[in-house]
């Protein structure tokens, strides 16, 4: 059987001009990175067709440590939808470096619903994440200047300083450490510390942004900490925003690829949805609504964090409105939420399944909460039994929601077909309304405490001192009405990763915020949240090689 990598290698790529052709893009609106990888201009963008576009969005259940396939699932719907005659277009985000050389591997697909080329988008792509991370840096470096001016100093406080570094790798012992030693011409001695680039707000800010003007206004917004006399700062105090706006001037635009069926796929942004919004950029998903008839897409882990975040923040600031939600399914992960232990996953068990469907049916239900339709694509692995199957499928319908397995693994297009009708039936059924969860004119503590009980199905909510201080911190900030970003794992609806299933019983805990003035929310941390990550003990990185011809072997 082939590898991913090996299935990506051996495909018969189409010249990206004929890509962008098919969507009626011109070649002189192009700009171009080689044969296979383009970046489309801002005034691509046509509003007058993006609202008659059918929005559907991915997400899943609570996920197994190796996902449940949404993008894989992503790619081969809209493959499907292609296949039975709909003018589609997949808009995902961009893969981080950090994962792809650690444990969970690219975001490019996989089997025969992937994104090509493989090696480049799961690699530096089009440098949009160098160049994130050099704008981040920019005003890192911009405060440390600062700090050593006895001219311009903005009297900021280096114990107070909240900014930090960030690189796309992950490297635990960049986590905290002190900078600015050996002497006064080196700077002032502080303690900083380095994020992963998918967490810095300016992938957030990137994410949100409608246009260059509101790109280089959010930059400005961005808190970077207090003076001594205790008054923030931000970045527009350091006038960091054009040059931030400057080096992102390519980042902005979306990028153009293809599936392995040559059909048009959008790659823009790339947050995690953990501890950010997990969902590619406003103008990625607004600009593939007006290319084409269908816009798929997705939002990173369960529905309970990516999905919550697109329909409450992105949809919010991007006025999106979905027509349909796929929420992918697994039996390994239905295995798993009833009870059975890591190396039981791949076996079959109809009591575990049925057991596990309840994490499912919480889902499916927070999804109806929005008011849209869900449909359930079960992600088929060759250990799935009719039983097992059958089983899942009638649940759903009791339900009132379609169930239909999904072979694009292993074989693209044509193995979701059965989907792709499904998709187009629950969209034109006219049965979504969709609606946001919360008012963003809610306090704080409203809005936290709806997402924790409607959508992780939690008792209530409890604040750690920590908490409680930065309640005060966000008023007195006039962050109050934001919508909130909920940071918390992604093992489990509740903030205990060890309760699978469906949890009842509990109560999750804020142990402190933080806010992204720039991205437009708060976020409310739950449990340890970390924001760069560590390598594993054996990392993928060690099983990638390139030979002497430049061909890649061991990417995934």
């Known amino acids: 059987m082939k590898t991913d990598l090996e299935i990506a290698q051996h495909a018969q790529l189409k010249d990206i001009r004929e890509i962008a052709a098919n969507l009626n893009i011109q070649e002189d609106d192009l700009e171009l990175y080689g044969k296979y990888k383009a970046k489309l201009p801002l005034s691509v963008y046509r509003p007058e067709k993006a609202g008659s576009s059918k929005l559907i969005l991915v997400t899943a ?47 490019a697909g996989g089997g025969y619903s992937q994104v090509v080329p493989m090696e480049d988008i799961n690699l530096h792509f089009t440098g949009d994440f160098s160049a994130i991370e050099k704008a981040n840096n920019l005003l890192s470096a911009l405060i440390d200047n600062n700090l050593q001016s006895s001219t311009r100093s903005l009297n900021l406080d280096p114990r107070r300083i909240y900014w930090k570094r960030v690189m796309d790798m992950n490297d635990r012992a960049l986590r905290q450490i002190t900078i600015g030693l050996g002497g006064s011409g080196n700077g002032i001695p502080r303690e900083d510390g380095f994020n992963i680039t998918p967490a810095s707000e300016v992938m957030a800010i990137l994410c949100m942004s409608k246009d260059r003007k509101d790109l280089k206004e959010r930059l400005g917004n961005i808190f970077v900490g207090y003076t001594y006399d205790r008054e923030p700062i931000y970045a527009r105090d350091l006038k960091a925003e054009g040059a931030m706006a400057l080096l992102l001037k390519d980042a902005i635009k979306p990028n153009l690829v293809q599936t392995l069926e040559g059909n048009p796929a959008i790659i823009h942004g790339g947050p995690f949805a953990n501890i950010a919004q997990g969902t590619n950029t406003i103008i990625a998903t607004k600009m593939g609504m007006s290319l084409a008839d269908y816009t798929v897409t997705e939002a990173g882990f369960g529905a309970d964090l990516g999905a919550e975040k697109f329909l409450n923040i992105k949809c919010g600031y991007g006025d999106l409105k979905p027509d349909a939600v796929v929420v992918v399914a697994t039996l390994r992960a239905l295995r798993h939420h009833g009870g059975a232990a890591k190396d039981e996953f791949n076996k079959p068990d109809f009591g575990f399944v049925k057991s596990g469907f309840e994490n499912l049916r919480k889902h499916l239900e927070n999804v109806q909460k929005f008011g849209l339709q869900p449909v359930v ?7 799935d039994t009719q039983e097992e199957v059958d089983f899942v499928i009638d649940a759903c319908k009791q339900l009132g929601v379609d169930a239909v397995v999904s072979r694009g693994w292993a074989n693209g297009g044509a193995g979701t077909e059965d989907l792709a009708h499904a998709v187009v039936k629950a969209a034109e059924s006219g049965k979504s309304n969709f609606k946001a969860l919360y008012d963003w004119n809610l306090s704080v503590q409203d809005k936290i405490e709806i997402i924790a009980k409607e959508i992780y199905g939690a008792d209530g909510v409890d604040y750690d001192k920590k908490a409680e201080a930065g309640l005060k911190t966000i008023e007195k900030l006039g962050l109050n009405q934001l919508p909130v970003c909920m940071a918390k794992t992604q093992k489990s609806l509740s903030d205990n990763d060890k309760l699978v299933g469906r949890p009842k019983g509990f109560r999750v805990t804020v142990r402190e915020f933080e806010f992204a003035s720039g991205a437009g929310f708060i976020i409310p941390i739950l449990g340890k949240m970390m924001r760069m990550p560590g390598l594993p003990a054996v990392p993928a990185s060690e099983g990638m090689d390139i030979d002497e011809h430049g061909v890649i072997t061991g990417l995934s």
């Open 61 to 107: 259940i609570t996920p197994t440590p190796a996902g449940e396939g949404k993008t894989t699932t992503s790619i081969g719907l809209n493959e499907g939808l292609n296949r039975i005659g709909k003018k589609s277009v997949v808009v995902l985000r961009e893969p981080s470096l950090g994962p792809v050389f650690g444990i969970k591997g690219g975001a």
């Open 377 to 383: 694509a079960l992600n088929h692995f060759t250990t």
